[in-house]
C-alpha cells in the first residue's frame, strides 16, 4: 500500500472514530417486555403531555430552593456543557421531567452521566438513543414510532424518566434491582453501582 493511501486511510479511521459513542454503552442490553394493555395505555399517557417545563411554586422557599439546585448543578456541568443557556434549558428540563415522574434528579443526572456522557446524541452500537439512550422499541410500544425523535431533549429525558419510574413500580421501589432493569441487567451489580456512584456528585451539599 502507498503511503498516501495508508495516510487517507488513517485520516478516514480517525474521521470515523469521532463520531462513535466515548466509553460503554450501558443501556444496550435493555430488554423489550411484554406490556399489558394497562400499563402501554399509562406510559403513553405519560409521555404525551409536551407542556414546557416551567416550574411553578406555591412557596418562596421552594422556588429559592430550585434556584440554588440550578445554580450548583450549572457550575458542575459546566465542563461538560460549556455553552450557558444550552446548560440551564437541559438542567431545567431534566429537573422538570424527573420530578414530574416523582424521581430524585440527582438520580437522573446518574443515569444521564452513566448512560451517555451528556451527549446529546449519543448512539450506543445496538441503536440506544440520547441522553438516557432510550432504546427505539419504547417509540413503537409507548409513542408515534418514530425513533428519531428520541433525539430531541425533552422527549428523551421524558421516555427515561417515565421507563425508569415504570421500573421502580415495577420492583415495588427497590432502586438496584429497577436500574438493573433500565440498563437490562436485573441483579447484577455493576450497572447499579455504577449510576449510584455518578448519583452522589449530583447531590447537592448536605445530602452526602
Not at 488513517?10 to 454503552?25: D, E, Q, T, W
Not at 402501554?40 to 414546557?52: D, E, G, H, K, V
Not at 414530574?100 to 452500537?125: H, M, N, Q, T
Request: charged letters at 25%.
Amino acid at each position: 500500500m502507498q503511503p498516501a493511501s495508508r495516510a487517507r486511510r488513517g485520516l478516514l479511521a480517525a474521521s470515523l472514530l469521532s463520531f462513535l459513542p466515548v466509553g460503554r454503552a450501558w443501556a444496550g442490553a435493555q430488554v423489550e417486555e411484554p406490556l399489558a394493555d394497562s400499563v402501554r395505555s399509562a406510559l403513553s399517557a405519560s409521555i404525551r403531555n409536551s407542556a414546557p417545563p416551567r416550574p411553578r411554586f406555591e412557596k418562596i422557599e421552594d422556588r429559592l430552593a430550585y434556584l440554588r439546585w440550578l445554580g450548583t448543578m450549572s457550575d458542575r456541568l459546566r465542563p461538560r456543557k460549556t455553552e450557558s443557556q444550552t446548560r440551564i434549558e437541559f438542567l431545567e428540563t431534566l429537573w422538570y421531567e424527573a420530578t414530574r415522574a416523582g424521581l430524585d434528579p440527582s438520580l437522573v443526572l446518574g443515569l444521564v452521566e452513566v448512560e451517555s456522557g451528556f451527549r446529546k446524541y449519543a448512539i450506543s452500537v445496538v441503536g440506544a438513543r440520547g441522553y438516557m439512550q432510550v432504546m427505539p422499541f419504547w417509540a413503537r410500544l409507548i409513542g408515534d414510532g418514530q425513533a428519531s425523535r428520541l433525539f430531541h431533549m425533552q422527549t428523551n429525558l421524558r421516555f427515561g424518566c417515565v421507563i425508569m419510574r415504570h421500573y421502580l413500580d415495577r420492583e415495588d421501589g427497590n432502586l438496584f434491582m429497577a436500574l438493573g432493569r433500565y440498563n437490562g441487567s436485573r441483579g447484577r451489580p455493576e450497572y447499579p453501582n455504577a449510576v449510584l456512584g455518578a448519583r452522589r456528585k449530583w447531590l447537592m451539599p448536605g445530602e452526602r
